[in-house]
């Protein structure tokens, strides 16, 4: 292993390892905690606020995840890898997707929720985090980014990332998921990702070989930048509605529901546009561009 190779494998841990410290403290804080717990209650009971007008794209977007469009949607990944003859990173794209989305289901099964009287009408509901809906939108937008021919991975990446986004947006907006659920299955798709491209690390062409793409690099610019600006203004907003969690829910104003709304949303897209912003500016240096 080359030192090119060897920097590439210690950012790849470390961005794992970030990642899952990142969706430990989702849990600890959000489900954990009764004060997550309201906090994100709150942001969900709000979903109120324009449901009746985001109905129909909501609905559409969510009931187009399925096992079976889900397997679609891997095997046309496949199929583009394929005829661009990068077998290796068609594996690699698969491994995200199953394994982000097994990830998932066991995580919702093993988590604890404890029952702090917080959200009673869904108590029997036990743990929803992570969102499976979500992890399927995020492993499906990391595999067409990391597959993508040079032409398209500009606008593909940032196509891909906006539709993700409204998806974990979607299951806020629809009543499905709480914020925390969606921002954890970005951040479970996101440990995958950077696990997975380990495997990419052996094959990496030594120095005085072809450079790395850089089709990928004012795309990851800008979903970076939107990312940290969304979650500066989720903490902005979250922490407005921490101030009035011991109010009762049927007592706060429609301004206060908004906030926690805008808060729980902005929350989800901060965490999309940066865990596939990261995605983006690392496939570059992953993937050479062929002779």
Not at 263 to 280: P, Q, R
Request: charged residues 10%; proline residues 5%; hydrophobic residues 55%.
């Amino acid at each position: 292993m080359d030192r090119r190779q060897a920097y590439l494998a210690i950012w790849l841990v470390l961005l794992t390892a970030a990642q899952s410290a990142a969706l430990l403290a989702v849990y600890r804080v959000f489900v954990q905690t009764r004060t997550g717990q309201a906090v994100d209650t709150i942001s969900l009971t709000a979903n109120q606020i324009g449901r009746d007008e985001l109905e129909g794209p909501v609905t559409l977007v969510l009931n187009a995840m399925s096992v079976v469009s889900l397997a679609l949607v891997t095997a046309l990944v496949f199929f583009i890898a394929a005829i661009r003859r990068r077998y290796l990173l068609a594996v690699v794209a698969i491994v995200i997707i199953v394994g982000a989305n097994v990830t998932t289901q066991l995580l919702k099964l093993r988590g604890l929720r404890p029952d702090y009287g917080i959200d009673p009408d869904r108590v029997t509901v036990g743990n929803t985090l992570p969102s499976g809906h979500t992890t399927i939108a995020a492993s499906v937008a990391i595999a067409f980014i990391l597959v993508l021919p040079r032409a398209l991975s500009g606008p593909g990446t940032i196509a891909v990332a906006v539709w993700s986004a409204f998806a974990g947006v979607a299951t806020l907006a629809a009543g499905w998921h709480r914020p925390s659920d969606a921002v954890a299955a970005f951040l479970v798709a996101g440990v995958w990702a950077s696990a997975a491209c380990l495997l990419l690390v052996p094959s990496l062409p030594r120095s005085g070989l072809d450079p790395p793409a850089r089709g990928l690099g004012w795309a990851a610019g800008v979903l970076l930048g939107a990312g940290v600006a969304a979650l500066i203004m989720a903490v902005l907003l979250l922490r407005l509605t921490h101030d009035v969690i011991n109010w009762s829910i049927e007592d706060l104003s429609r301004s206060r529901l908004l906030v926690a709304y805008a808060g729980g949303a902005s929350g989800i897209a901060g965490t999309a546009c940066l865990v596939l912003g990261l995605v983006a500016a690392t496939v570059p240096r992953m993937v050479p561009a062929r002779p």
